[in-house]
Nanobody, 126 residues
Framework: QVRLVESGGGSVQAGGSLRLSCAAFGFTYQPYCMGWFRQAPGTEREGVAS????????YYADSVKGRFTISQDNAKNTLYLQINSLKPEDTAMYYCAASQETWCAGTPRAGDFGYWGQGTQVTVSS
C-alpha cells in the first residue's frame, strides 16, 4: 500500500525556517516526479516545488524561488522541503505528492500527481 507521510510542520515567526519531510512507503517502482503543494483555507492547492527523481532537476513556483529548496534522499525514500525566510503568507497545509505517470515539467500541477500525503501544517506569525 502506497503511503506518503509528511512531518516537520509547526508554528514559527516570520523570518524563521522549517524543514519538511515526506517519507514514501510501498511504491513498487520509483515515482517519476515528486512535489510539494500547499493550500491555505479558502484557496486552491498551489504547487510550490517539484523534483525529477531521475535527473534531480528541480522546479519552483515564482512565489517561493530563492526561499524554498526541494531535495530527495533516495536511499531513505524521503523527500524534503527546506523553507527559509518564512512569511505569514506561507501559512498553509503543506502536502507531499508523487507521480508514477508523469515526468516533472515546470511548476507542479495537482492533476499530474496520483498519490498524496495527509499534509503538515505550517503557521507563520508576524
Amino acid at each position: 500500500q502506497v503511503r506518503l507521510v509528511e512531518s516537520g510542520g509547526g508554528s514559527v515567526q516570520a523570518g524563521g525556517s522549517l524543514r519538511l519531510s515526506c517519507a514514501a512507503f510501498g511504491f513498487t517502482y520509483q515515482p517519476y516526479c515528486m512535489g510539494w503543494f500547499r493550500q491555505a483555507p479558502g484557496t486552491e492547492r498551489e504547487g510550490v516545488a517539484s523534483i525529477d527523481t531521475n535527473s534531480g532537476s528541480t522546479y519552483y513556483a515564482d512565489s517561493v524561488k530563492g526561499r524554498f529548496t526541494i531535495s530527495q534522499d533516495n536511499a531513505k525514500n524521503t523527500l524534503y522541503l527546506q523553507i527559509n525566510s518564512l512569511k505569514p503568507e506561507d501559512t498553509a497545509m503543506y502536502y507531499c505528492a508523487a507521480s508514477q505517470e508523469t515526468w516533472c515539467a515546470g511548476t507542479p500541477r495537482a492533476g499530474d500527481f496520483g498519490y498524496w500525503g495527509q499534509g503538515t501544517q505550517v503557521t507563520v506569525s508576524s
